[in-house]
C-alpha cells in the first residue's frame, strides 16, 4: 500500500491521545485508532513494558519510560472486535517522553519485523511529551519505495 498522500485526524481524537500521553508521561503511552475520517475511535491500551522489564530485565532491557508494549489478549481482543463490526483499523500510537516525535530504529523494527508492515495501511502516529506536555505529533506510513516508515503529512480537522 502506498504511504497516505495525508492522514486526517480530528481535533477531538488527537486531544484524546495528547490527554492519555501527558497522563502516562514520563512512561510512553500508546493505543489504537479505528473509524473513518470524520468518525474516529480511540482505544488507548495498558503499557506493560514495566512489569515485562521487571519479569525479564535482560530480555526486556528498556522499561516503559522509553518502549511500550501492548498486553497480547487485550490487542487481539480489541483488534478482532472491532473488524468484526466491520470498523477500520486506522492507526497505532505512542509517545516519546521527553524527546522528539519521530519514527525510532525500534520502533520500525516492530512494525515491520521481516521488511513488511505488521499491519498494511495503518499509520504510526508519534507525540513528544516534554515536561508532562505534548509539544508535537507526526505521523509515519510505510513506503513500498523505500521499504520503510517515512513522514506523511499530517491535518488536524474539527
Known amino acids: ?35 473513518t475520517d470524520d468518525a474516529l475511535e480511540v482505544h488507548p491500551m495498558r503499557n506493560i513494558q514495566n512489569e515485562l522489564h521487571e519479569r525479564e530485565p535482560e530480555r526486556f532491557e528498556r522499561t516503559a519510560r522509553t518502549a511500550y508494549y501492548f498486553e497480547p489478549k487485550d490487542m487481539a481482543r480489541i483488534l478482532a472486535a472491532r473488524e468484526a463490526a466491520g470498523v477500520r483499523f486506522r492507526a497505532i500510537y ?24 505488521n499491519f498494511p495501511g495503518v499509520v504510526y502516529l508519534v507525540f513528544s511529551v516534554r515536561d508532562g506536555r505534548v509539544r508535537d505529533l507526526k505521523a509515519f506510513g510505510w513506503s513500498t519505495e523505500h521499504e520503510s516508515f517515512v513522514a506523511t503529512p499530517l491535518e488536524i480537522v474539527d
Request: hydrophobic share 40%.
Open 1 to 35: 500500500m502506498p504511504v497516505p498522500a495525508c492522514f486526517r485526524l480530528t481535533r477531538a481524537a488527537r486531544d484524546a491521545m495528547a490527554a492519555r500521553a501527558e497522563a502516562d508521561y514520563p512512561d510512553e503511552t500508546c493505543g489504537f485508532l479505528f473509524g
Open 94 to 117: 505512542h509517545s516519546h517522553p521527553d524527546h522528539d516525535a519521530y519514527f525510532s530504529e525500534t520502533d520500525s523494527l516492530a512494525a515491520a519485523p521481516f521488511g513488511e508492515p
